[in-house]
């Protein structure tokens, strides 16, 4: 399996309009981050784990071939506003969305030309799979098990496939999601900043899920500019604890 990050900052991105700090100004590269998504390959299986504003941006250096399945974690812009751009992936047939219902309805209202009876041409064409918390479900043959997350009150969802799970935006991981997360190699998890914030994991609670979890390893995603500077904050993680960044690319 491969994992490429095709973005690790916040909604807002990194470098933030407006904003002059260390973070925003440097030339790091790791430091410049588009809105979170990653890329999965399982052989000639690829499966996209949500699809922000910046997602023709961050597919332009990826084969075109076809995307087997989005899996989307809610519907907040950051993770959905990039679903207009598969249009041109509709070439090969419908993509498959899956979701939780509350997201697949928010999709039908922000993108009602989508699923409307007469579409007119070149709109992108969506088949809508809804999932459920509890059932394992399966894209070419791949199992993926959902999990049950709070994004503060909003239930979203995180994706565990085969030793890989990916978990974002996440306040609070409910007690009986932890048996879905046993025996990781790899475990990407929301960090938004070093301060505490209402619907995100800080960097402290973020450490503390994952010295629970246990991972083989664990990257950091959806990281704010408040987080700090990629170099320096990796020399304060433990070990086998990196902060994600847009590029990266690991093999599980």
């Known amino acids: 399996m491969r994992i490429k990050f095709l973005g690790t900052g916040t909604s807002t991105g990194i470098p933030e309009i407006g904003c002059r700090c260390d973070v925003c100004t440097s030339n790091d590269t790791r430091n410049r981050r588009l809105r979170a998504s990653v890329l999965v390959t399982i052989s000639d299986v690829r499966l996209l784990i949500d699809c922000g504003p910046d ?5 332009m250096d990826e084969p075109f071939r076809p995307i087997d399945g989005v899996l989307l974690t809610h519907e907040h812009y950051d993770h959905v506003g990039g679903l207009d751009d598969l249009r041109p992936f509709s070439k090969f047939g419908d993509v498959d969305i899956y979701s939780s219902p509350i997201t697949l309805d928010a999709l039908k209202v922000r993108m009602p ?10 709109v992108p064409s ?5 999932v459920n918390e509890n059932n394992l479900f399966q894209i070419k043959g791949i199992e993926i098990q959902p999990i049950k997350l709070m994004h503060y009150r909003l239930p979203i969802l995180g994706y565990r496939i085969q030793n890989f799970a990916y978990l974002t935006d996440v306040k609070t991981i409910p007690e009986d999601e932890y048996s879905k997360l046993e025996n990781l190699d790899v475990l990407v998890i929301d960090a938004l900043r070093t301060s505490e914030h209402i619907a995100h994991f800080s960097l402290n609670e973020a450490l503390e899920a994952v010295s629970r979890i246990m991972p083989g390893k664990t990257y950091l995603i959806h990281l704010s500019h ?3 500077l990629h170099e320096e904050v990796e020399k304060r993680l433990p070990e086998n604890v990196f902060l994600s960044y847009d590029g990266l690319e690991i093999e599980v």
Do not use: A, D, V
């Open 126 to 130: 969506l088949t809508l799979h809804e």
């Open 113 to 122: 030309y989508s699923f409307s009876e007469h579409k007119y041409p070149g």
């Open 226 to 228: 408040q987080m700090g």
């Open 55 to 59: 997602f023709r941006q961050q597919i």
